[in-house]
């Protein structure tokens, strides 16, 4: 299974969501592989502690080769083990930005695709983190993939976006990929107590669109997780936040 974690709006949670659902994945047993397709690296340095120079090539290498092209000689990627038990690592790094323009201009928006086939040989779930935007790695990963998670914050600007991105989705699927399933929208930071995203949510379910029904909490623990570089399932097991994150990987697997 090869989910990605996307959504064209910054600030949605999507390296938190991708790295606590990878954690539990691996926690619960699954061979876990995490994939770093964002140039910030922030679930690079969420799941290693690393930073700037300290990476290790991953993804960025991987692309570097498949521009140099070498007749006969495929791509290789370097798989980091991380401190977690059955989660491995394909670190990002700054580069990629730089990269991008040259990936494109040489059209080489299949090799993701291929290296995904090659690595489903040897784990069983793979996560995928995008950067917030429809670039030549979020279209590559998609392409790919055979669900996409949506993070989600309740508000009506998030709202009107969320519409255009699933509309972009639907047209990626038949001119790229028609196996790809949106598994849903992940609620992130929902308050409870606010009437607003409620309100929100209710009309989103009633317009038929896939929301999840586990809602993920606003809570300062996932700062501290941040904070030590550990998943919340590793930082603090009994937290709500935690068991939120366990009941959406439940429910994802149905």
Known sequence: MRRVVFNQKGGVGKSSIACNLAAVSAAQGYRTLLIDLDSQANSTHYLTGLT????????????????????????????????????????????????????????KI?????????????????YLDTPPALNFYTVSALIGAD???????????????????????????????EDLEVEGIVVNQFQPRAALPQ?????????????????????????ESHQACRPLIHLDPRHKLTRQFVELHAHLEG
């Not at 993070?151 to 790229?176: I, M, N, T, V």
């Open 52 to 107: 700037g120079a300290d990476i290790p090539v991953g993804i960025d290498d991987f692309f570097r080769q498949v521009l140099a092209g070498s007749a006969g000689k495929k791509p290789r990627v370097r798989v980091l083990s991380t401190p977690f038990a059955n989660l491995d690592l394909i670190t990002a790094s700054p580069e990629l930005a730089d990269l991008q323009p040259k990936l494109e201009a040489k059209h």
């Open 147 to 177: 669900r996409v998670l949506i993070p989600f914050d309740c508000d009506s600007f998030s709202r009107q976006a969320l519409y255009g991105l699933l509309a972009e989705l639907e047209e990626l699927k038949e001119d790229h990929n």
């Open 110 to 126: 299949n090799k993701l695709r291929k290296l995904l086939d090659e690595l489903a040989e040897d784990y069983e779930r793979i």
């Open 199 to 223: 309100q929100i949510l209710d009309e989103l379910i009633a317009e038929g669109l896939p929301v999840l029904p586990v809602y993920l909490g606003s809570s300062v623990k996932m700062r």
